[in-house]
């Protein structure tokens, strides 16, 4: 059965810090990509980061380049995103999310129909 559990939401003031947990199982980890997204309020899930397998190469959004970074231990199985300068908009509902490395286009990477495994998704909220 495969489990995914996000952990480290909370909530902090612009410019502040979180990093993001998601602890996988039931599944091999070099046998899927992940990533992360988010959705706030009344708006639609966005695809915020995603990590390939491999050599590891790493695609983020325009909103969010230069001050998340998506990783991942293979042998714990978790993905993490470490998130900085954190801006009001960030915040919503952080959803990790897990599709077979068969199954997914790397052009396709932010649409979330594709993705298989779902977390239930841990909340950041950013105030001014």
């Known amino acids: 059965q495969v489990q995914l559990v996000e952990s480290g939401g909370g909530s902090v003031q612009a410019g502040g810090s979180l990093r993001l947990s998601c602890a996988a199982s039931?599944?091999?980890?070099?046998?899927?990509?992940m990533a992360w997204f988010r959705q706030a309020p009344g708006k639609e899930r966005e695809g915020v980061a995603i990590?390939?397998?491999?050599?590891?190469?790493?695609v983020y959004a325009d909103s969010v380049k230069g001050r998340f970074t998506i990783s991942r231990d293979y042998v714990k199985n978790e993905l993490y995103l470490q998130m900085t300068s954190l801006k009001p908009e960030d915040s919503g509902m952080y959803y990790c999310?897990?599709?077979?490395?068969?199954?997914?286009?790397?052009?396709?990477?932010?649409?979330?129909?594709?993705?298989?495994?779902w977390g239930q998704g841990t909340q950041v909220t950013v105030s001014s």
């Open positions: 039931g599944f091999t980890a070099s046998d899927y990509f």
């Open positions: 990590i390939y397998n491999g050599g590891g190469s790493t």
């Open positions: 999310a897990a599709v077979s490395i068969r199954r997914l286009n790397p052009g396709s990477w932010k649409d979330a129909d594709r993705y298989t495994y």
